[in-house]
Structures are given as structure tokens and as C-alpha cells.
């Protein structure tokens, strides 16, 4: 008795100091109730692998179970709003499954310009529009520039990135339409800091690229300085350009 005394007596201690000091006390992680236990296993290993999600095929050599349970289980899954299931941009015929709560990583989705697994030409050509009207309207704009008049226009749903206008502009500037230069402080330069990045339309390029080049997707890939003919990664092998291309 008074072992399990001093326990208890150990335990209120433990959770007094963790309420002091704003420490949480770990908790176990408690499994969705009116589950089975095929339906048990297939939720934590799906649950597990988080915003890269995870195949049926993958599912069932995980898990031994034949395919009709395989189905079952995870239609009760999707059912209870559990799972869901999402496209994969690298493997169109792929069927994802993924924790209902988890949103699909950016090599899942195939990144900021991706929807629903396809890549968003019309999203892309939006945004170079609107980067290009701004620029040309003060002369030279930053990134801060960029981001604050794109997201008052609601392009983006819940306001685009500075990774997001980095794509863009890196794409303009292989374009050759605008130029990337540090500010003098005066002329056009005169509202931006002194040293800080802005950008500006170069002389003959004074309209936009517009028609079907201007929605290759390798305009804005983050790994575009990564891509060689014979590479590891390359045009041959890199499906968002193949799917471009219409093959």
C-alpha cells in the first residue's frame, strides 16, 4: 500500500511540475474506437506515412490480407472519414490512400503548381500576369511588392509564398523578359532600400510571353538548375514535361 502511495504520490508531482512550468506530459496515442483489427493495422500504417500517403499495392504487402478484405477495410476507412483518397502527380494511375487530416506532400501533389495531381497552366499564367503588370506599373518591384498586390487580388487561396514568386520570377528571368537587380536608392530605385533585390522589365522585352511556352513547367521547377540531358534528373525522364508535351 505504501508503494503504490508513494506512486500516486509521485505522479501528482510529476503533473504539478509539468502545469508550473507549461510542460506538456506525453500521451499515448489512442487509435480511432469501432475499428477491427485488419481495419486497426491499415489505418496506422496509412496514418503513418503522413503526407506521402501510401498504394493499395503497398498496403497489401504491408499488411498479409487478401484482396477483398483489403477493400472492405478500407471503403469502412473512407467511410468514417478516417482516410481519403488523393492523386498522385508522379503516377496519375495511382490510387493514394492518406489520413484524412494530412494534406499530400509537395512530391506528392508535384508542388506549388499542381492541382488535383495535373499541372495548372492557367494558375502559372495568372501569376507571371500579374507579376509583369506590377513591375511594368512601378518601374521595379521586390518580392514583397509582388507578394502583397498578388494576395490582394485572392489568386492564391490563403495568400502565395515567397517560394511561390521566387518560381515565377525565376521563370521570367530565363524568359528574358525581366532583370534581377540590386536597387541604387534613386530614379526608379528611389522607394526601395538601398542593395535590396528587385526587378524590372528589361527594355525589349516591354510585353509579356504569352501562348504555350509560357506554361512549361520548367519555368518554375525548383529543380531546374539540377536538370541535364544525361542527367538524374532530365527532360526525358521528368514526367511534368512529358505530360507538357502531351505524351
Known amino acids: 500500500?505504501?508503494?503504490?502511495?508513494?506512486?500516486?504520490?509521485?505522479?501528482?508531482?510529476?503533473?504539478?511540475?509539468?502545469?508550473?512550468?507549461?510542460?506538456?506530459?506525453?500521451?499515448?496515442?489512442?487509435?480511432?474506437?469501432?475499428?477491427?483489427?485488419?481495419?486497426?493495422?491499415?489505418?496506422?500504417?496509412?496514418?503513418?506515412?503522413?503526407?506521402?500517403?501510401?498504394?493499395?499495392?503497398?498496403?497489401?504487402?504491408?499488411?498479409?490480407?487478401?484482396?477483398?478484405?483489403?477493400?472492405k477495410a478500407l471503403e469502412s476507412l473512407q467511410a468514417k472519414q478516417l482516410i481519403k483518397t488523393v492523386n498522385s502527380a508522379r503516377n496519375k494511375r495511382a490510387k493514394i490512400y492518406m489520413d484524412f487530416q494530412c494534406q499530400p506532400s509537395a512530391e506528392l501533389s508535384g508542388g506549388h503548381w499542381f492541382t488535383n495531381g495535373e499541372f495548372d497552366e492557367g494558375l502559372v499564367a495568372a501569376?507571371?500576369?500579374?507579376?509583369?503588370?506590377?513591375?511594368?506599373?512601378?518601374?521595379?518591384?521586390?518580392?514583397?511588392?509582388?507578394i502583397s498586390s498578388i494576395n490582394k487580388c485572392n489568386i492564391f487561396v490563403g495568400g502565395i509564398t515567397e517560394a511561390q514568386i521566387d518560381d515565377i520570377l525565376q521563370s521570367l528571368k530565363v524568359d528574358g523578359v525581366v532583370e534581377e537587380l540590386k536597387s541604387s536608392g534613386v530614379g526608379d530605385f528611389s522607394r526601395v532600400p538601398v542593395g535590396k533585390l528587385c526587378y524590372r522589365i528589361l527594355p525589349d522585352k516591354k510585353e509579356p510571353l504569352t501562348g504555350v511556352m509560357a506554361s512549361i513547367p520548367c519555368g518554375v521547377c525548383p529543380r531546374i538548375s539540377e536538370c541535364t540531358p544525361d542527367g538524374i534528373i532530365?527532360?526525358?525522364?521528368?514526367?511534368?514535361?512529358?505530360?507538357?508535351l502531351g505524351f
Open 127 to 146: 501569376v507571371r500576369q500579374s507579376c509583369l503588370t506590377l513591375i511594368k506599373t512601378l518601374g521595379v518591384a521586390t518580392v514583397d511588392d509582388l
Open 234 to 244: 532530365s527532360p526525358d525522364n521528368c514526367v511534368y514535361y512529358q505530360a507538357w
Open 1 to 71: 500500500m505504501a508503494s503504490k502511495s508513494k506512486s500516486k504520490s509521485a505522479a501528482a508531482a510529476a503533473a504539478a511540475a509539468a502545469t508550473t512550468t507549461g510542460l506538456a506530459l506525453p500521451q499515448k496515442r489512442s487509435q480511432p474506437p469501432g475499428l477491427n483489427e485488419n481495419e486497426k493495422k491499415i489505418y496506422m500504417l496509412i496514418k503513418n506515412r503522413e503526407g506521402m500517403g501510401i498504394s493499395q499495392p503497398d498496403i497489401r504487402s504491408a499488411i498479409n490480407l487478401d484482396i477483398r478484405t483489403l477493400y
